[in-house]
């Protein structure tokens, strides 16, 4: 999702809960649209980056396969196309703020000027997904779930805590050091 919409979630976190659904919902539809199979899947939300930037975005586990109701049986190997899929993403999501806007669930005072523009123009640009092929379970569960149970930074990173500010350590993964 473009990093115009943070501030949008961000201000309404109620609406952010709906994302992993709506993800779930988007590979789903995919998948019964070109292969007519139904796909076994997990989605796990992040919402900060490491340097404790907002940053929401979704992982989402599905199986490399999928079941073929009308047959009883399990389809191998499905080609997932990277254009498809982000273009049914972009359509989800901007439909759903757009609703969200038209329904009177976004506080206007939050949204940037000309909202309905905004939502137009990510319309028509290409988002950023990254699909990637074949991946153990175990190590997406290592990777994806250790966000599930624990607070976007540990407490051993927190250098100082005063009335106006918090120092805490992060890593920057370009250059390898810690800022």
Wanted: glycine share 4%.
């Amino acid at each position: 999702m473009p990093n115009v919409f943070w501030p949008v979630f961000q201000a309404h976190r109620h609406q952010q809960h709906d994302l992993p659904a709506l993800g779930a919902a988007v590979l789903q539809q995919w998948a019964w649209t070109r292969y007519r199979v139904r796909l076994c899947g997990i989605v796990i939300q992040h919402t900060f980056g490491g340097h404790l930037n907002y940053h929401p975005h979704l992982h989402i586990m599905v199986s490399a396969g999928g079941l073929k109701l009308a047959e009883a049986r399990w389809v191998e190997s499905l080609q997932f196309d990277r254009t498809q899929i982000m273009e049914m993403w972009r359509f989800a999501v901007c439909s759903y703020l757009w609703k969200a806007y038209r329904d009177s669930l976004l506080q206007p005072f939050s949204l940037p000027v000309e909202f309905n523009d905004l939502i137009l123009r990510q319309t028509q640009r290409r988002w950023n997904i990254h699909i990637t092929r074949r991946m153990s379970k175990a190590h997406f569960l290592r990777y994806a779930g250790r966000y599930i149970r624990r607070l976007p930074i540990s407490q051993r990173r927190i250098l100082t805590v005063t009335k106006e500010e918090i120092v805490y350590q992060s890593k920057d993964t370009r250059s390898k050091t810690l800022v």
